[in-house]
């Protein structure tokens, strides 16, 4: 008797799994483009928002501005017009899902930020509330207004005085709303960021009555207006690194407001800047309470410890390509960080994708030589991967090995029929891995085509031995026509499977160029999600970027990509027809160092490129009354510029000035050297107290700076020209890297020796007949500079960890080589100190191992640290019940009583806010809900 399967069989019962494996090996590519959300830290360049497509060619702006409106309407953002005389201006309004006119909803006008000024309608959704919004699945249970102020020359801190059109409007375009749509009157927030923070004390001083709760957003104002709404209440928020807009400013707001007797709360978040909206909005217990404010106290809401939702922009200003710079970023995944990313790969499989059902399989066969049909139905399977290895190798190959388990494929029926017989036989089952694991190698070749990643396949190995390969026989065989018996369906069907082995073999050996290819479609770069901070002063109108591919190489050293940058146009009306193509700033990757971690370099040469497109907008400039804690205040006093012009002491004592700095040449930042020297005023704890930071001299460049002058006497309406005063700046900046905590890094930045200032001067009409004194207003510049940069640190930026999966790379120094500077990454560790009078007897292992390490002794006042990036498992030995629990990499640990509970392990929190008076700080959390 002879049973014949033919090749549809086998490629139908080849797992998907190992379509999902490979898939999850190859991604490790992703970790290298995650590693982004790092790079988006570094202040040597701007924002950097990466794209999760190519970069797109200009004419790919009409359709992709018309895709992001239709993406509008889909999400609940309707777009409307306030018509104003012969004037339309444009906003937008979110209705929550569930929205009906038959009750009334709670609404929060929300007031933008200086860089969504325009008159588009839609760029105040590009920060701020709106990607809030759009970050969570259900939406949020108010109306949202989004006016926008069209003035782009303004003054700053004044784009929604109370006194400006702009104000009128956003009350206007509320009672616009509320004709048309069931708003709550009584229950209307009044919410804005930065300039729009400054606008929301202001607004509502004015009109007090129209709003029932503020929740200015790293903002600041005048004190005295606080005063005016002290029957509102107010939730402040403000970053403690922000450096836009200082938290000080915000805390002297609230201050004054409680000194007048009214119910309000300063929340600063330590780990964000400029950005708190994302803590401010992303957190429940701050919607919840604006939905009733005056219901509860806003010092009786408990925050949590952290609680960010992720976010990115509702709609992304229209991307029209300016200018592309290739080798602006360089990504280097060494061999231990390979060795840490191979560990992860297995539990990154979602648990979905380890099951399914397969489509029956239909064909014809012999049985005795007789032609009969077969049918197989009800096909599922099951599988796991229990280990991944990923070996770069010279020749420009990458070697993925995976080892399948555990795999499962259950035929739930066989039908045979023919020849006047019938049989029915089920279910069989086919085990993959069941004895030992089954391993898979494929040497693949990386290449970057079209500005993506495509990895041709060299060679597929796998062997499928009796030993890894068992077919079990059918639980039941019913036979119809007396021809055959039971026992010869059965072994027919066993026996024909066992044959085709090795077309299982080859038929997953020929599938894997496929699912390469579809792994391909779906390793893109992704987005630098966080905000980068900047050299540049001004806070406004930085560009957007996008990043590609151009090289990549694997060698025993590792895998390094090289990008390169597109900038979009700040004026996408404006933009050009074809973006400028740069040199290329980075040398060709087999010249870049290669170690064994995780490094990523950025060139500094990108700032001048990015400059430049705020000098053709026009727009690269600030009053300077608008500047944090006003450093260049001297150059708005008549008294203290007429030491400089002496032509200002003959005009009369109410004559105002006006003030502008202004960008009009190209910055730059270069590398000066390498300095090892002890940063004394390091804030390292003691777990750190031992280690000396990097630092790295880098050498900043402004050569053209300009402040702008005009004078107003008394009863002018216009303001007249008095003189252009043009710097030419210097100075040495030092970055280290800095550990205030076992988990958080930082990456601080801080002038190193005198501020190098060269003066020229150009006065209108009479101003400088009497001689302007160069040399003073060099030093009025030069003290206003001194002022700005503080006796702080030029910045300090708290720089995340780069996750893949449960593996973990944090920052470990800085260095530099021309003309990159490298930051480099490596496994955090784990930290276990015993705060408790016993001594601690545990074991660990990791999680895709069955045995255990140790036992470890670990006495009171001692701490022991493990050099893992990937997590532990850690149970205590000696205890009646030992229950296991997940350590996590970069992560620390104390040993102690908490109350009156028994020693136990707890997981060692870092504040993510600083606590107002009324605020308490919650109990550590336990490790044993840490896996939750």
């Known amino acids: 008797m002879r049973c014949e399967l033919s090749r549809p069989v086998c490629r139908s019962l080849a797992p998907p799994l190992l379509a999902r494996c490979l898939c999850a090996a190859f991604a490790t590519g992703t970790l290298l483009m995650s590693a982004g959300q790092a790079v988006a830290q570094f202040p040597a360049v701007y924002p950097l928002r990466l794209a999760q497509k190519p970069a797109p060619r200009a004419d790919a702006f009409a359709t992709e501005q018309q895709e992001r409106e239709d993406r509008l309407k889909s999400e609940g953002f309707v777009q409307r017009v306030l018509r104003d005389g012969q004037t339309n201006h444009r906003y937008v309004v979110y209705l929550p899902p569930g929205y009906t006119p038959h009750r009334k909803w709670p609404v929060l006008l929300y007031l933008h930020g200086a860089s969504e000024r325009g008159t588009d309608g839609l760029r105040p959704l ?121 938290a000080v400013t915000g805390r002297k707001m609230v201050e004054a407001h409680q000194a007048a007797g009214g119910s309000s709360r300063f929340t600063e978040v330590r780990s964000e800047g400029h950005a708190v909206w994302r803590y401010a909005y992303g957190t429940d217990a701050v919607l919840r309470w604006m939905q009733n404010p005056r219901s509860m106290a806003v010092n009786q809401v408990t925050l949590p410890e952290s609680e960010r939702v992720p976010l990115e922009p509702v709609v992304d200003s229209i991307f029209r390509p300016a200018v592309e710079i290739p080798g602006a970023v360089t990504l280097h995944l060494g061999q231990r960080a390979l060795r840490a990313a191979s560990l992860a790969i297995p539990g990154m499989i979602p648990e979905k994708y380890l099951h399914g059902e397969l489509d029956s399989v239909s064909e014809f066969t012999q049985i005795e030589k007789r032609a009969v049909s077969l049918r197989f139905a009800e096909i599922t399977w099951a599988g796991s991967l229990s280990r991944v290895v990923i070996r770069p190798a010279a020749g420009n190959r990458i070697t993925v090995q995976l080892a399948i388990q555990d795999t499962h494929v ?22 993959i891995g069941e004895r030992k694991p089954v391993w898979i190698t ?47 369906v059965s072994s027919a069907l ?69 990008c390169g940058l597109t900038a979009a146009s700040l004026d996408p009306d404006r933009g050009p027809a074809t973006p400028k193509l740069l040199e290329r700033l980075a040398p060709p990757a087999e010249q870049l160092p290669r170690g064994d971690d995780l490094e ?16 053709d907008a026009g727009i690269s400039r600030i009053h300077v009354g608008d500047i944090p804690g006003q450093p260049l205040r001297e150059f708005l006093d008549k008294e203290a510029l007429g030491e400089a012009i002496p032509w200002l002491k003959t005009q009369p004592a109410e004559t105002e000035l006006w003030a502008e700095l202004q960008l009009t040449g190209v910055p730059a930042m270069s590398v000066a050297g390498l300095d090892r020297k002890q940063a004394a005023d390091a804030p390292r704890d003691g777990d750190a107290a031992d280690e000396e930071p990097q630092l790295a001299m880098l050498r900043a ?58 003066a020229v001067a150009e006065m209108a009409g009479n101003a400088g007949a009497d001689g302007v004194q160069i040399d003073r207003l060099s030093e009025m510049f030069r003290t206003g500079i001194q002022r700005w940069a503080g006796t702080t640190p030029f910045v300090s930026l708290a720089v995340p960890a780069v996750d893949f999966g449960d593996s973990r790379q944090a920052l470990a120094g800085i260095s530099w080589t ?15 100190v015993n705060r408790s009078r016993n001594v601690l007897k545990y074991e660990t292992r990791r999680p895709v191992s069955s045995q255990w390490d140790g036992p470890y002794e670990l006495k009171p006042r001692e701490f022991h640290e493990f050099p893992v990036g990937s997590p532990l498992v850690y149970r205590q030995v000696g205890v009646p019940v030992a229950a296991e629990w997940t350590l996590g990499a970069g992560t620390m640990y104390e040993y102690r009583s908490y109350g009156n509970s028994p020693p136990g392990l707890y997981q060692v929190p870092e504040p993510t806010v600083v606590s107002g008076p009324a605020e308490e700080e919650a109990p550590p959390s336990s490790q044993r809900n840490a896996e939750e």
């Open 818 to 832: 021309d003309p990159l500077i490298l930051l480099r990454f490596e496994s955090p560790g784990i930290k276990i």
């Open 600 to 615: 990523i370099g950025l060139a500094p040469g990108v700032l001048a490129p990015m400059s430049q497109l705020l000098l």
């Open 494 to 562: 066993v026996r024909g499977l066992e044959q085709r082995r090795d077309q299982f073999s080859a038929r997953i050996r020929e599938s894997m160029p496929a699912i390469v290819e579809r792994m391909e479609q779906q390793l893109e770069i992704p987005r630098l999600t966080n905000a980068a901070r900047t050299i540049w002063p001004i806070p406004v109108y930085q560009p957007l970027l996008r990043s590609w591919p151009e090289e990549i190489l694997a060698d025993e050293k590792g895998i390094t990509i090289v």
């Open 126 to 246: 590009n920060n701020g509330l709106a990607p809030m919004i759009r970050a969570r699945p259900n939406g949020i249970p108010f109306i949202a207004i989004f006016p926008q102020s069209t003035d782009r020359s303004s003054r700053i801190l004044q784009g929604w005085a109370a006194e400006s059109e702009h104000a009128d409007r956003a009350l206007a375009i509320l009672d616009d709303v509320s004709r048309d749509y069931a708003v709550d009157p009584e229950r209307v927030i009044l919410t804005g960021w930065s300039m729009g923070g400054h606008g929301v004390w202001s607004l509502a001083a004015k009109h007090p009555d129209r709003f029932a709760a503020l929740v200015p957003v790293a903002a600041g104002g005048e004190p005295e207006v606080a005063a005016r709404v002290k029957d509102l209440p107010v939730w402040a928020f403000h970053g403690r690194l922000d450096r836009a807009v200082p």
């Open 410 to 431: 259950r035929i739930g029926t066989a039908f045979v029929a023919g020849g006047g017989q019938t049989a029915t036989a089920g279910p069989i089952d086919i085990s």
């Open 442 to 488: 494929v040497v693949v070749e990386p290449a970057v085509e079209q500005r993506r990643l495509k990895f041709r396949v060299i060679d597929t190995q796998l062997a499928l031995t009796p030993q890894n390969f068992t077919i079990s026989p059918p639980q039941r065989v019913a036979v119809q026509g007396g021809l055959i018996t039971q026992q010869q």
């Open 701 to 758: 460049r402004a050569p053209g700076l300009s402040i702008h002058t005009q004078y107003r006497r008394p009863g002018e309406k216009e303001w007249s020209p008095l003189g252009t005063f043009g710097f030419r700046v210097a100075r040495n900046v030092d970055a280290s890297v800095l550990r205030p905590g076992f988990s958080s890094r930082q990456l601080k930045l801080e002038w190193n020796g005198p501020l190098e200032v060269n």
